[in-house]
Structure formats: structure tokens, C-alpha cells
């Protein structure tokens, strides 16, 4: 299982912008521009860089070696380092659900695959369940990506149920 440390301050307001956490998935595996990245986002580079920007000073993003556009401009890819993988951040921070719900909006709902469970186990179960969820979503977090596959996002939340006291 991957070791966790709590984030730094300015890690964890690097995280707290459901943006920036878009743009780590966009970098994730491979390496876009900040052209490239507004683009996909349909935002203004400009305001994009600013974000960019503070994802490379906080290490969740590293430039790669610069490249020449089409028109010959300097153009630098980012990549997404996983650094936010290793990091617990605040669990009331709706950043995260934020950036989920925004890519979930864009996907085709034919395509979406949902679930919502409610469970009532006794302390060791719920130990246990937490345990095996955890170890099976690093296991396949572990794998290596495929470039010819299909990219697919996973939001789990597990929250006590406030409708049955």
C-alpha cells in the first residue's frame, strides 16, 4: 500500500482547485502543453498558466524538455509526477468532488457506471472492507499505463450515511 504523508500548507492549496486538479489528469501519463491543456479545458491560457505554474512549483506537475510549436513558438509539455497519490489532504475538502463532477458532466451517460451501496458492519468488517477497497484500488493504480487504452476515472467516497442514524 502506498505510504501517505499529511500535505504540506502549500501543497495542500495547490490541491484546493477542482482546475488544477483537472489538469493533473489531463498530464497523467502524458505530457500536454499549457496551449494543449487550455484547450482541452476550454479556458484562457493565461488564467491556465497561472495554475500550471503552481502545479510545477509544488511538484504535482514537471516541465519536460521544450519543444517548437507549428509556428515555431517555444512550447513546454507538463507531466503529472503522482506526487498527489502520497499525499493526504483534507477530508473535507470538496475540491476533489468539485473536479469529479465537472468530468463526470462531460461523459456520456450511457457510459457511466454507477454505484451507491449503504452498509451496516460491525467495527472489524468495516476495518476490513476499507482495507480491501484501499489495497485493490493501489493495485491497479500500480499498473503501468497503457497508451492504446481507453482512459477511465474512478471517484470513491466512503462517508458515514447522516439518513440512518
Known sequence: ????????????????????????????????????????????????????????????????????GARGAREIPYLATRKSWRLDTAAQDRSMLDAFLEELALAPAAEVDSTRLGLRLPPAEMEDFRTRLRNLIEEFAARPDDPTARAWSLFVVLHPDPNRP
Open 1 to 68: 500500500m502506498t505510504e501517505r504523508r499529511p500535505a504540506t500548507d502549500e501543497e495542500a492549496r495547490a490541491l484546493a482547485s477542482s482546475l488544477r486538479l483537472r489538469i493533473l489528469r489531463i498530464c497523467l501519463g502524458e505530457a500536454h502543453t499549457n496551449q494543449e491543456i487550455a484547450a482541452i479545458l476550454d479556458r484562457d491560457p493565461a488564467s491556465v498558466l497561472h495554475h500550471t505554474r503552481t502545479l510545477v512549483r509544488t511538484g504535482f506537475l514537471q516541465a519536460e524538455q521544450e519543444r517548437r
